[in-house]
């Protein structure tokens, strides 16, 4: 029976690293749910582009907005500063003041 090590796992992470690409129908279905109209669905499905080129065009500022983030229930990083340094957030004359003597 083989033994699973260190090395049996990384090679299974390392399997599971193109399990992001996926066909272009599946693609193009994605981006018709999202609102994309047919025609714009199918070039854009077609895309070569990667991750970070996606991430800078209009194909991704069109679909995920933030509107449709926040449904979804995830947070602005700002809020959630907001809420974790209230102190940091008021005007600089709200707070007691020092003095030296």
């Known amino acids: 029976m083989p033994r699973h090590n260190a090395l049996d796992s990384q ?5 599971d690293l193109n399990r992001w690409q996926v066909g272009q129908t599946q693609k193009r ?29 209009p194909i991704l500022r069109t679909t995920i907005t933030l509107e449709r983030l926040r449904k979804r229930g995830y947070e602005s990083m700002l809020d959630i500063y907001k809420k974790i340094s209230p102190q940091l ?7 007691p003041v020092r003095t030296v003597v």
């Open 11 to 15: 090679m299974a992470a390392c399997s």
């Open 29 to 57: 279905r994605s981006l018709i749910r999202l609102g994309v109209q047919q025609g714009q669905a199918y070039a854009w499905s077609r895309s070569r582009m990667g991750g970070w080129a996606i991430a800078q065009s």
């Open 89 to 95: 957030n008021e005007p600089l004359y709200t707070r």
